[in-house]
C-alpha cells in the first residue's frame, strides 16, 4: 500500500507542476491523502473487521512503529480521537486513519485488533516520513551556488519530511529563482534513501526556463492615458538600481495576470467599458532581459445616458437616486457602479434585509451611451435572534459585547455588523475576527456568530535611542493593551490599557504611569489617568526642569472621526537656573518652585487614512487650558492652540502634506517659562537649533539665549515620495515667527527654511525620519547656526 501511495502522490506531483498555484497543489496533496487513507480503510475492512467488535470496550490502544520512529507517540496520540475506556467505532477508527495520513507525517497506517478480556485491544502500525539527512539538487545549470540554494529552501535538517515542509521548502526556492529572474521555473522533489535508517536525501528537480527580467514596461494602442500613469496601476516594476532591495524586475505570472486586469479595470474605472488587451507580451532583448508590452484596444468611452432601478418595495426610486454616485450624465465608471452597488445593498441591511442582491443590468442607449438599471432581490426581513461568542479565553464576554451594536431582538443590520468587525479588529486584541450572521432556528431571525483568534497584547521593550533634542536615551516600556485591574491573578482580559515608561539618559529622566477605562460607566466614554515625573535636561543651557505630578482625563467620541477631551491635571515644577548665569538675565525670574493646576478641554478631528504616512485626509485640533490659583495652583496662564495638517496622494504614490500651528498664552504677570512659546528643531523649523526661535535674553553680561515668547505660529509643506518599499524621500520648507506679546501675529521677524529627509519604516523599531534644513531667511542673526541635522521618531499623532 505504501508503494502505491507513494507512486500516486508522484504521479500527482509530476501532473500538477509547482508553478500552479496554491489550491491545486493543496488540492493535489488532499487527493493523494484520500487514497492513501481509502486504501487504508480498504486494509482496516480485511484486518479488523472481519471480526465484529462493535459496542465492545476499548481497553487498551497500543502504538507500535514499522520502521523508524520520526514522529513522537505522544504527537501520533494526538492526532487520534479514540481512547480507552470508549466503545468501538469503526466509523472513528476510519477517521484517525484519515487525520493520520493527512497529517503529512505518517506514511501508512495499519490498526490490530484483538479480544482483551471482555473488550478489545487496539495496535496502530503507523510508518512514519522519513526525516531529512540533506538536500540535492538536479537541472540547475543557471544557478550554481547548492549551499545559498539549500539556505533558500529555509528547510533544516532532522525535520520529518511531511507534504506541507517540502511544499514550503519547494515555494521558497521557488522565491529564489524568481529572485533572479526565472519566472516559469518548475520544481519537482524525489526523495533519496540513504545508510542511515529513517532518514533520506530531499533531492529538489528543476526546470529553469529562461532568464526573463523586465527591462521596460511598455503600452500600444493606449491613446487616453500615457504609459506611466497605466504603469501606476501595476505591482509589477522595471528593474532599477536598487533592484537588490526593492525586488523590482521580478516577474510573477500571477502576478502579472493581476496587474493586466488592473490596467483594465483602471480604463473601466474611466468610461472605457469595452476595453480589451491580448494581455501582455514577453519581448526578448539582450541579456535575458524582456520589454513587457501590453496591447490595448481602448474602444469608445462611454457615458451614463440613465440609471434606474427595478421594482422595489422597502425603498423608492427617488430614496436610491439621491445616494448615487454614478449618475446620468457621468461618464461611465466601473468603480463607481461597485460603490453604489454596496450602499445599496448597505440600505438594505440597515433595514434588516440581510440577503439583498443587487444586479446592474447595463444596456447600450445609443452611440457610446449606456443605460444602467440596478435589479433588486429584496428577500426577506430579519431579527437578531443570539449573539454568541467563541474564542476568548482570556478577553471578557463584555469586553466583546460591548463592541457589538446589535442586541438581541433588535432589527438585523447588516451595516452594524460591518461596524462589529471593524471595532473588534481595532481593539488589536485578536490575530482573526469572524462576525456572520447565520440562519437562526426562529423564523425571521438571524443568530450572531462572532469568533476571535487571541494574540498577545503585553509587550515589554528596551532598548537604546538617540534623537538630535536629547542625545543618546536608554528605555523600558511595559504595555499592556487588555489589562483588568479587578483581576490580581492575571490583570487580563478587561479591555483596560497600561503602560508604564522609563528613560535614562545624559539628558533626560523620564518615569510615568497610565491607566485607561474606554468603557466607562458602561458608556463609549473613556476615563484616564497617569503618575508622571520628569528630569528635563535639554531645554536650555541656562536652567534645568523638573516635574512630577499627575492627571485625569475624560474623552467622549463625537463621532467616528472626533472627540472632545477634558482633563484636570497638578504639578509641581522646579526650574533650576545655572549660578553663572548673571542676575540681571531675564531667566533669573523664572527660578523657583511652582504648583500648577490647570483644566483643559480639546476638540480633535481626525479623517486621516494612517497615523503613520497618511496619504489623504486631514487632521484638526484646538485647545484651551486653564491654569489659575482658583484651582489650588500659584500660576495664573490661559493657553489658547490650534493645529492642523492636511494630506494629498499625487502621482507615483507622492504625498503633499501642509502643517501647522498657532499658540498664544495671556498670564497674569510675566508667563513662566514652561509655559512660553518656543520654534526650532525637528518638529516645526528644521533649519534652526532646539527651541531657538523667539526673544532672546539680551544686555550686558547676559546669556543672549532664547527665553520664548506669548505668541508662536508655523506653517510647513512637505513633498514625500517613494524611493524603495520602506525608505521615502522629502523636500520641505518651514517658516515661522515667535512674538513677545500675547496675540500678537505680526510677522515681522519671520524664519524660514528649507530641506530634504528620508523617511523610514523599520520593523520593530518604527518610523523614523532624518532631515538636513539650512536657514532662508533670519531676522536674528545668532538663530542662524547653518544647516542643521534632525534624526526623530516620525510619528503623525
Same mark, same amino acid.
Given at each position: 500500500m505504501v508503494v502505491i501511495c507513494l507512486a500516486f502522490k508522484r504521479w500527482l506531483d509530476n501532473t500538477i507542476p509547482y508553478k500552479m498555484n496554491y489550491f491545486y497543489q493543496t488540492a493535489s496533496r488532499w487527493v493523494s491523502a484520500a487514497v492513501c487513507s481509502l486504501l487504508a480503510l480498504c486494509m482496516l475492512a480485511s484486518t479488523v473487521h #472481519?471480526?465484529?467488535?462493535?459496542?465492545?470496550?476499548?481497553? %487498551?490502544?497500543?502504538?507500535?512503529?514499522?520502521?523508524? /520512529?520520526?514522529?513522537?507517540?505522544?504527537?501520533?496520540?494526538?492526532?487520534?480521537?479514540?481512547?480507552?475506556?470508549?466503545?468501538?467505532?469503526?466509523?472513528?477508527?476510519?477517521?484517525?486513519?484519515?487525520?493520520?495520513?493527512?497529517?503529512?507525517?505518517?506514511?501508512?497506517?495499519?490498526?490490530?485488533?484483538?479480544?482483551?478480556?471482555?473488550?478489545?485491544?487496539? $495496535?496502530?502500525?503507523?510508518?512514519?516520513?522519513?526525516?531529512?539527512?540533506?538536500?540535492?539538487?538536479?537541472?540547475?545549470?543557471?544557478?550554481?551556488?547548492?549551499?545559498?540554494?539549500?539556505?533558500? &529552501?529555509?528547510?533544516?535538517?532532522?525535520?520529518?519530511?511531511?507534504?506541507?515542509?517540502?511544499?514550503?521548502?519547494?515555494?521558497?526556492?521557488?522565491?529564489?529563482?524568481? #529572485?533572479?529572474?526565472?519566472?516559469e521555473v518548475a520544481i519537482d522533489h524525489r526523495l533519496q534513501k540513504t545508510d542511515r535508517a529513517g532518514y533520506a536525501d530531499l533531492i529538489f528537480v528543476i526546470q529553469e526556463g529562461s532568464k526573463n527580467e523586465v527591462r521596460k514596461?511598455?503600452?500600444?494602442?493606449?491613446?487616453?492615458?500615457?504609459?506611466?500613469?497605466?504603469?501606476?496601476?501595476?505591482? $509589477? /516594476?522595471?528593474?532599477?538600481?536598487?533592484?537588490?532591495? =526593492?525586488?523590482?524586475?521580478?516577474?510573477?505570472?500571477?502576478?502579472?495576470?493581476?496587474?493586466?486586469?488592473? +490596467?483594465?479595470?483602471?480604463?473601466?474605472?474611466?468610461?472605457?467599458?469595452? +476595453?480589451? @488587451?491580448?494581455?501582455?507580451?514577453?519581448? !526578448?532583448?539582450?541579456?535575458?532581459?524582456?520589454d513587457l508590452v501590453m496591447t490595448i484596444n481602448e474602444g469608445a468611452r462611454y457615458t451614463v445616458n440613465s440609471v434606474g432601478f427595478g421594482?422595489?418595495?422597502?425603498?423608492?426610486?427617488?430614496?436610491?437616486?439621491? +445616494?448615487?454616485?454614478?449618475?446620468?450624465?457621468?461618464?461611465? %465608471? %466601473?468603480?463607481?457602479?461597485?460603490?453604489?452597488i454596496t450602499t445599496i445593498r448597505s440600505y438594505y441591511g440597515s433595514r434588516g434585509y440581510a440577503d439583498a442582491e443587487v444586479n446592474p443590468d447595463i444596456r447600450n442607449a445609443g452611440p457610446n451611451s449606456v443605460n444602467i438599471i440596478y435589479r433588486v432581490i429584496e428577500?426577506?426581513?430579519?431579527?437578531?435572534?443570539? +449573539?454568541?461568542?467563541?474564542?476568548?479565553?482570556? =478577553?471578557?464576554?463584555?469586553?466583546?459585547?460591548?463592541?457589538?451594536?446589535?442586541? !438581541?431582538?433588535?432589527?438585523?443590520?447588516?451595516?452594524?455588523?460591518? =461596524? &462589529?468587525? /471593524?471595532?473588534?479588529?481595532?481593539?488589536?486584541?485578536?490575530?482573526?475576527?469572524?462576525?456572520?450572521?447565520?440562519?437562526?432556528?426562529?423564523?425571521?431571525?438571524?443568530?450572531?456568530?462572532?469568533?476571535?483568534?487571541?494574540? /498577545?497584547?503585553?509587550?515589554?521593550?528596551?532598548?537604546?535611542?538617540?534623537?538630535?533634542?536629547?542625545?543618546?536615551?536608554?528605555?523600558?516600556?511595559?504595555?499592556?493593551?487588555?489589562?483588568?485591574?479587578?483581576d490580581p491573578w492575571s490583570f487580563t482580559g478587561g479591555g483596560q490599557r497600561f503602560g508604564m515608561n522609563?528613560?535614562?539618559?545624559?539628558?533626560?529622566?523620564?518615569?510615568?504611569?497610565?491607566?485607561?477605562?474606554p468603557w466607562f460607566l458602561g458608556q463609549r466614554l473613556s476615563l484616564g489617568g497617569e503618575l508622571f515625573y520628569r528630569d528635563q535636561l535639554y531645554l536650555s543651557d541656562e536652567y534645568d526642569q523638573r516635574d512630577f505630578g499627575g492627571a485625569v482625563f475624560l474623552r467622549k467620541p463625537l463621532s467616528s472621526k472626533s472627540y472632545v477631551r477634558g482633563e484636570y491635571r497638578?504639578?509641581?515644577?522646579?526650574?533650576?537656573?545655572?549660578?553663572?548665569?548673571?542676575?540681571?538675565?531675564?531667566?533669573?525670574?523664572?527660578?523657583?518652585?511652582?504648583?500648577? @493646576?490647570?483644566?483643559?478641554? $480639546?476638540?480633535v478631528y481626525d479623517s486621516r487614512d494612517a497615523q503613520v504616512t497618511p496619504r489623504s485626509g486631514h487632521k484638526f485640533e484646538a485647545g484651551l487650558d486653564v491654569a489659575g490659583q482658583f484651582l489650588g495652583g500659584d500660576v495664573d496662564t490661559?493657553?489658547?492652540?490650534?493645529?492642523?495638517?492636511?494630506?494629498?496622494?499625487?502621482?507615483?504614490?507622492?504625498?503633499?502634506?501642509?502643517?501647522?500651528?498657532? %499658540?498664544?498664552v495671556e498670564s497674569d504677570g510675566v508667563t513662566p517659562i514652561f509655559d512660553r512659546q518656543f520654534l526650532g528643531g525637528a518638529r516645526d523649523l528644521r533649519g534652526?537649533?532646539?527651541?531657538?526661535? #523667539?526673544?532672546?535674553?539680551?544686555?550686558?553680561?547676559? $546669556?543672549?539665549?532664547?527665553? #520664548?515668547?506669548?505668541?508662536?505660529?508655523?506653517? =510647513?509643506?512637505?513633498?514625500?515620495f517613494p524611493i524603495v518599499e520602506t525608505v521615502r524621500g522629502a523636500i520641505f520648507y518651514d517658516t515661522g515667527f515667535v512674538n513677545e506679546d500675547s496675540w500678537d501675529f505680526g510677522p515681522d521677524d519671520l524664519y524660514s527654511d528649507a530641506g530634504v529627509g528620508l523617511r523610514l519604516n523599520i520593523p520593530a523599531i518604527g518610523p523614523l525620519a532624518l532631515d538636513y534644513a539650512v536657514p532662508v531667511s533670519s531676522p536674528d542673526d545668532e538663530s542662524d547656526q547653518g544647516g542643521q541635522f534632525n534624526f526623530y521618531l516620525d510619528f503623525a499623532f
Open positions: #472481519g471480526q465484529d467488535f462493535s459496542g465492545k470496550t476499548i481497553n %487498551s490502544i497500543s502504538i507500535r512503529y514499522a520502521g523508524s /520512529k520520526n514522529v513522537d507517540e505522544a504527537r501520533v496520540r494526538n492526532m487520534m480521537s479514540v481512547k480507552t475506556g470508549q466503545k468501538y467505532s469503526a466509523e472513528k477508527l476510519d477517521d484517525d486513519i484519515r487525520s493520520l495520513v493527512e497529517s503529512g507525517l505518517i506514511d501508512d497506517v495499519r490498526i490490530l485488533a484483538e479480544e482483551q478480556g471482555n473488550g478489545v485491544g487496539l $495496535t496502530f502500525v503507523v510508518e512514519t516520513k522519513p526525516r531529512l539527512a540533506g538536500v540535492g539538487f538536479e537541472g540547475n545549470v543557471a544557478l550554481q551556488d547548492k549551499e545559498k540554494m539549500a539556505e533558500a &529552501t529555509k528547510i533544516k535538517v532532522g525535520v520529518p519530511l511531511s507534504d506541507a515542509a517540502i511544499f514550503e521548502a519547494r515555494k521558497n526556492l521557488q522565491e529564489y529563482y524568481q #529572485g533572479y529572474g526565472y519566472p514596461i511598455r503600452f500600444e494602442g493606449n491613446n487616453a492615458f500615457p504609459d506611466h500613469k497605466l504603469e501606476n496601476q501595476m505591482k $509589477t /516594476k522595471e528593474k532599477g538600481l536598487l533592484s537588490f532591495l =526593492t525586488k523590482s524586475g521580478r516577474i510573477d505570472l500571477d502576478q502579472l495576470a493581476e496587474d493586466e486586469e488592473a +490596467v483594465l479595470e483602471f480604463y473601466r474605472d474611466n468610461g472605457y467599458l469595452r +476595453v480589451r @488587451s491580448t494581455g501582455f507580451q514577453r519581448v !526578448p532583448v539582450k541579456g535575458g532581459r524582456v421594482k422595489m418595495s422597502v425603498f423608492t426610486a427617488e430614496e436610491m437616486g439621491k +445616494v448615487l454616485t454614478l449618475n446620468a450624465g457621468d461618464s461611465y %465608471s %466601473s468603480k463607481k457602479m461597485r460603490q453604489d428577500g426577506s426581513r430579519y431579527k437578531v435572534g443570539r +449573539v454568541t461568542i467563541e474564542g476568548n479565553n482570556v =478577553t471578557k464576554d463584555k469586553v466583546i459585547r460591548r463592541e457589538i451594536p446589535l442586541k !438581541p431582538g433588535d432589527n438585523f443590520n447588516t451595516v452594524d455588523l460591518e =461596524t &462589529t468587525r /471593524k471595532r473588534l479588529r481595532g481593539l488589536n486584541y485578536f490575530n482573526n475576527v469572524y462576525a456572520e450572521g447565520e440562519p437562526s432556528g426562529q423564523k425571521g431571525y438571524r443568530d450572531i456568530n462572532v469568533l476571535v483568534n487571541e494574540k /498577545k497584547t503585553g509587550s515589554v521593550q528596551f532598548g537604546l535611542g538617540f534623537s538630535s533634542i536629547d542625545s543618546i536615551v536608554g528605555y523600558i516600556n511595559l504595555e499592556q493593551t487588555n489589562f483588568d485591574i479587578t522609563l528613560r535614562l539618559g545624559t539628558e533626560r529622566r523620564d518615569f510615568k504611569i497610565s491607566l485607561v477605562e497638578l504639578q509641581k515644577i522646579r526650574i533650576d537656573v545655572e549660578d553663572d548665569v548673571a542676575p540681571t538675565s531675564v531667566f533669573q525670574e523664572f527660578d523657583g518652585d511652582y504648583v500648577r @493646576s490647570s483644566l483643559g478641554l $480639546t476638540y490661559i493657553t489658547l492652540n490650534i493645529e492642523g495638517s492636511k494630506h494629498w496622494n499625487l502621482w507615483f504614490d507622492s504625498i503633499l502634506t501642509l502643517r501647522g500651528r498657532a %499658540s498664544v534652526f537649533e532646539y527651541r531657538d526661535i #523667539g526673544p532672546r535674553d539680551t544686555g550686558a553680561g547676559n $546669556t543672549n539665549e532664547v527665553y #520664548g515668547g506669548d505668541t508662536a505660529a508655523y506653517a =510647513t509643506v512637505e513633498w514625500s
